[in-house]
Structures are given as structure tokens and as C-alpha cells.
């Protein structure tokens, strides 16, 4: 069954009911053409997983009964991702895709010293919804039960300023070693810089607050790719030494 996601709010088990609005009612309404009777997946991204039976249609929304349902636990492995923001930003809505498929917490557009694009204050609101789309459907596709955290955009210094990470990882181009990450319950940041990378001085900023350097390899990987690395380094790790501890 497919999965589709509505907000907390809108999910009601003392009464079994649910209602679905938006753009998961279009898409679940006007592009897959679900009908009265028919049995859907509803989640609302924070690990409710139900079975839904579709009782009406409206024109705006769509009420279902709830047949049954659990609570998902989380995983115990948390990857986010801090990336800059990209010069061309299909590239970075790549990003999002893949990288929610392949288990991402949360991800972090960044602005650092190089920088390029930086969408100003009145189009931040415009992007985040966007991502979030994108994300949703990304999740939805991959039937993810937990949905990952697009935030707003923040600074180079303000993402060094986060705390509650076990580890904190700067790949860049100029590292020489690898450290290997033991990441199976962990939480883990990676920065990711933009085109040019990372500048001497945040390289230096970022290693004095415990961020450890480290190398994805002698090839100059694309900004996209070496996030999603990143995040697909942490997958097949945990595929081998502890799958439940990944999503």
C-alpha cells in the first residue's frame, strides 16, 4: 500500500478518523485516482504508521477510518547534514531526494564565506516549502515513517554553534586522513561545503570546536555528492554491524 503523510492534527484514534488535505490530498485524489473503500498507509512523519480505510472525497480533503495502528520507534542513528547552498540548485534538490531515500535526519542549507547563491529573506519561506516538498515525496516513495528535518537556512558559525551531536565531521578536499566512524547510535553532523569548499579559516574554526577533517578519497567530489556520501557511508556501515539501528 502507498504511504501518505498528514499532519498530527489531523489524526484522531479516539475516534478513528483521519483527514488528508493539501497536496498529499492531490496526489493521493487527482494523480493515483484513490476511491472510497480503498486501504492506504497514513503516517504523520513522527513514526505513527496506520492502516486507513478511505470513507469520503471531498473537494479539498478526504476522511478515512483508521482499521489499525502502531507506533514505529525511531532509529537510534541520526545523520544531518549541513550543505551549502549550491550555484545551481537543482543540484541541491538532488540532494534532498537521495538523501532522504537513503535515511537522513535532518539537513541543514548552509551559507559559508564561498558561498555563491543566498536566497534573501523574503524567498526563504518560498525555498523551505519547496524542500519540504520535495522531501515529503522523496519520504513518501521510500515509505519513511519518521520524516527528515529540512530547517531554515543557517550560517557557517551558527551550524558550529548546534549542539547534542556525538560526532562531527568536516570532509574536505585538503584532509589527508580518513578517521573511520563507529556510527551505529550516534548522532552525526557532516558540513559539506559549497563550490570552492571551505575556507582556511573555517577549516580552523570548525577543528577548534571538535570537528574532525577527514577525506572522502584523492577524487574532487561534487558538493552533491560528497553530502550524500556522507550519508550512504553511514547506511552501509550500519547494514553490516547493526541494521535495526537505521531507518
Known amino acids: 500500500m502507498e504511504l501518505f503523510y498528514t499532519p498530527t492534527e489531523q489524526i484522531h484514534p479516539a475516534t478513528h478518523q483521519v483527514s488528508i488535505e493539501g497536496e498529499e490530498f492531490h496526489h493521493l485524489v487527482r494523480v493515483l485516482r484513490k476511491r472510497e473503500g480503498e486501504l492506504i498507509l497514513v503516517t504523520d ?58 535515511g537522513i535526519s535532518t539537513i541543514i542549507p548552509m ?14 519561506h518560498n525555498k523551505l516549502k519547496r524542500w519540504r516538498t520535495i522531501v515529503l515525496s522523496a519520504a513518501r516513495q521510500s515509505k519513511r515513517y519518521y520524516l527528515p528535518q529540512v530547517v531554515e537556512p543557517q550560517r557557517f558559525s551558527d551550524v558550529l554553534n548546534r549542539s547534542g551531536y556525538d560526532e562531527r565531521c568536516m570532509p574536505f578536499e585538503a584532509a589527508t586522513s580518513s578517521p573511520t566512524l563507529h556510527c551505529a547510535g550516534k548522532n552525526i553532523l557532516f558540513l559539506i561545503g559549497g563550490e ?52
Not at 541541491?92 to 538523501?99: G, N, R, T, Y
Not at 579559516?201 to 560528497?226: D, F, K, P
Request: charged share 20%; with cysteine.
Open 111 to 124: 551559507v559559508t564565506a564561498r558561498t555563491v547563491v543566498q536566497p534573501s529573506n523574503d524567498r526563504v
Open 196 to 247: 570552492g569548499g571551505f575556507s582556511a579559516e573555517e577549516v580552523q574554526q570548525a577543528e577548534a570546536t571538535g570537528c574532525r577533517t577527514m577525506s572522502l578519497g584523492t577524487t574532487i567530489l561534487r558538493a552533491e555528492t560528497a553530502a550524500l556520501f556522507a550519508v550512504a557511508y553511514v547506511r552501509s556501515q550500519l547494514l553490516t554491524e547493526a541494521p535495526s539501528a537505521w531507518l
Open 45 to 102: 512523519g513522527n513514526g505513527l504508521r496506520c492502516e486507513v480505510r478511505i470513507t469520503s472525497i471531498g473537494k479539498h480533503d478526504l476522511q478515512g477510518e483508521i482499521m489499525s495502528s502502531t507506533t514505529i520507534e525511531p532509529p537510534s542513528t541520526r545523520v544531518t547534514v549541513a550543505l551549502s547552498l549550491l550555484k545551481n540548485p537543482q543540484r541541491f534538490e538532488w540532494f534532498l531526494e537521495k538523501a532522504t531515500e537513503l
